[in-house]
């Protein structure tokens, strides 16, 4: 198989460099990193400059995220490389007409393989995310409603309820987002009012039930 060429999609510069590190230090005559962006705009612009054979696409970024970029550019092949294993943010990018979806804890040589197989024509997804797109497709999960209500909170607001449902304490959540634990309270008073919920105990259960955490 001739060396594969790969743009990298993600707004965290030291990430996209330990991929690229990690990419050329174990993926030579395999992969090649061909350009990087780090939103929706210069991510289209480089795959449009480079014609890379696979694209790692982040799922949240500037600009529209992962999907936005897909949709943009759908005769692409893409693998979503995210730390979100969130039903809704698998089943949204797949949607939008990616080949797969790996979380970033994944090794360099798990990618290397998964890269070589989305380029191949096959989907790849970590074991647990696989189970989202089955129950996606077969209607155990209402992929409409959990957009609808999903689309009442902004990006902060659903970072914020991740990170409360999977029991973080607000002064967590502050730190992990770097924002103040005020901040966190007004966040997850919204996201209560939003979604019509009246404690973390309820919200936790909302988001368990959906797949969101």
């Given at each position: 198989?001739s ?11 030291m990430?996209?460099s ?7 230090r ?8 061909v ?8 991510a ?6 480079q ?9 949240h970024?500037p ?11 759908p ?5 979503a ?26 090794s360099?040589a798990?990618?290397i393989?998964?890269?070589?197989r989305?380029?191949g ?7 647990r ?13 209402d992929?409409?409603q ?16 991740r ?17 103040s ?18 404690s ?6 909302w ?7």
């Amino acid at each position: 198989m001739s060396e594969l060429r790969v743009v990298v999609v993600d707004d965290h510069a030291m990430f996209r460099s330990g991929v690229r590190a990690e990419l050329e230090r174990l993926g030579t005559g395999r992969v090649q990193i061909v350009g990087e962006a780090d939103d929706v705009p210069s991510a289209v612009q480089v795959i449009g400059e480079q014609r890379p054979d696979v694209v790692l696409l982040d799922v949240h970024m500037p600009g529209g995220g992962g999907p936005e970029v897909v949709r943009q550019l759908p005769a692409t092949t893409y693998l979503a490389l995210s730390v979100s294993d969130a039903a809704e943010d698998v089943i949204g990018v797949i949607r939008a007409g990616a080949r797969g979806y790996v979380t970033k804890n994944i090794s360099a040589a798990e990618l290397i393989d998964a890269i070589e197989r989305v380029a191949g024509g096959d989907a790849v997804f970590s074991p647990r995310l696989a189970g989202f797109v089955l129950d996606a497709f077969a209607g155990t999960i209402d992929v409409a409603q959990v957009d609808e209500d999903l689309d009442r909170l902004t990006e902060r607001e659903r970072e914020v309820m991740r990170l409360i449902a999977r029991g973080y304490a607000y002064k967590e959540v502050a730190k992990e987002l770097f924002i103040s634990i005020k901040t966190v309270e007004t966040h997850v008073s919204n996201v209560l009012r939003k979604l019509q919920l009246s404690s973390r105990h309820e919200l936790t259960r909302w988001a368990n039930d959906r797949r969101l955490i």
